[in-house]
């Protein structure tokens, strides 16, 4: 990369694509990009002085081959215009994981992998790091709420690393160590079965040098990994790190005594609600504790964690009406979820909107998506994001809504959305998805508030 004074990155829109954007421009190099749409992130990238276009134009592409290094991702078609161009003309052209794992390369890589449950926790660990004062870098998967961005830049050797399964990037980290959240089959256009997903994690686990902290249940074994292994559960006093004397508030919130080895820290509390985050937390803190953290200052950063944006994003919290966004866009996550919103609001009536994310996600797992999306008591299911994907004959939302049993159900298309909530009674409702549906969490946001 010292050969390069210019970045250019195809897909710079992207959460992952946009940090690594901003980390070269934190460093001097010269750095602009093309995306398929405007959004609130490339704003952003734009105001920090990035140079950002929004049509498939080789004209926008730096001329000096020489001088710039192409980085895409592998959600971009090969046959895209700038790609072809780059790749036809001499370009150093790269994917998004292998420039992330030469930038961990001879550092101390901390990396979160998993399913699902790895965004919260490597913002977490970023967080609790740099409150504590020890301060790392950090590349994540989401717009942390304390720092308001997917980039911490630090000065000491330390770097967070959200580790993607899609496409096998973890495969490019050696970490010294890593946390494993979860290990469900997902990104079957990639892996085709668990059998393969759960390969690919083993493969990642034999590339940790130093500890390894796996969830509870995952199939993890020594003859996976050299590293040592410990584990970690919401509630299981078998894992080395676990929460014991929960105490739920009414609200969501619950405090509760974190124990691992040799270490017992009483009175803890998520800065964030819900029962999944405190999972989330117990994983960050062990990583956090195994690396020589002071408990107290532990404890403190759990307190003060904000989340990440879309991550549970609590939006409207009233007696009468309640709005959360959540990026969840895989059954076992909206189960998930569904489970922490009844425990924060028991008794309440549930509405959620889904917007499914890719045809192959929604033939591959249409009966789990009906199952979770099942226990709302209203269901307001929108067509598919295809992000990357071209339609497959026969797949649409309509193979999920057939099979959901939740007392009421509708079927739209987003551009009908709006005009249906004008009209539509809300106690608690919840925008589930991982496409564009986040455009519409300021205007639902705006319309409940104007209720109150």
Same mark, same amino acid.
């Given at each position: ?310 991550? !549970? ?118 925008? !589930? ?20």
């Amino acid at each position: 990369m010292a050969n390069y004074s210019k970045i250019y990155l195809i897909g710079i829109g992207g959460i992952g694509m946009s940090a690594i954007a901003r980390y070269f421009n934190a460093k001097g190099y010269s750095v602009s990009g093309y995306d398929r749409t405007p959004s609130e992130l490339t704003h952003e990238l734009e105001a920090e002085g990035i140079e950002v276009h929004y049509e498939d134009n080789t004209a926008f592409v730096p001329k000096d081959p020489e001088n710039t290094m192409v980085i895409y991702t592998p959600a971009i078609p090969h046959d895209m215009g700038e790609l072809a161009y780059v790749n036809e003309n001499g370009y150093k052209t790269v994917k998004r994981s292998r420039v992330l794992g030469e930038i961990t390369d001879g550092k101390r890589c901390l990396a979160i992998a998993g399913t699902h449950g790895k965004t919260t926790t490597s913002t977490l660990l970023a967080h609790i790091l740099t409150s504590a004062g020890e301060g790392c870098s950090a590349f994540l998967g989401g717009i942390s709420k304390n720092y308001g961005t997917n980039l911490l830049i630090g000065d000491n050797d330390i770097i967070v690393a959200e580790a993607d399964e899609f496409d096998r990037s973890f495969l490019q980290l050696h970490p010294e160590t890593a946390v494993i959240t979860a290990m469900d089959a997902d990104h079957l256009d990639i892996y085709s079965d668990i059998a393969h997903v759960k390969a690919a994690f083993k493969e990642f686990a034999s590339q940790v040098s130093g500890t390894l902290i796996a969830k509870t249940g995952l199939d993890i074994s020594p003859e996976d990994t050299h590293a040592r292994i410990l584990r970690y559960s919401y509630d299981n006093p078998q894992a080395d790190f676990y929460a014991s004397d929960q105490e739920p508030d009414g609200c969501g919130y619950i405090t509760f005594t974190l124990n691992g080895p040799s270490v017992r820290i009483e009175g803890c509390r998520m800065g964030i609600p819900g029962w999944v985050n405190v999972e989330n937390g117990i994983a960050a803190a062990a990583v956090a504790l195994t690396c020589g953290l002071d408990p107290l200052k532990v404890k403190e950063a759990l307190a003060s964690f904000q989340g990440v944006k879309r991550r !549970f994003d609590i939006h409207l919290n009233t007696p009468g009406c309640a709005y959360i966004d959540d990026y969840a866009h895989h059954p076992k996550e909206i189960s998930a979820a569904i489970s922490s919103i009844r425990e924060m609001f028991p008794g309440r009536r549930l509405t959620a909107i889904f917007q499914p994310h890719l045809y192959t996600r929604t033939r591959d797992f249409s009966d789990d998506f009906a199952k979770a999306l099942s226990a709302a008591d209203k269901l307001i299911l929108l067509d598919i994001y295809p992000a990357r994907e071209e339609p497959i004959p026969g797949v649409t939302s309509g193979i999920i809504f057939d099979k959901v049993t939740a007392p009421e159900k509708v079927l739209l298309k987003k551009e009908q959305l709006m005009d249906y909530l004008k009209d539509e009674p809300v106690d608690v409702l919840v925008t !589930f998805g991982a496409g564009n549906i986040d455009r519409f969490t300021g205007p639902i946001t705006e319309l409940l508030k104007a209720r109150i």
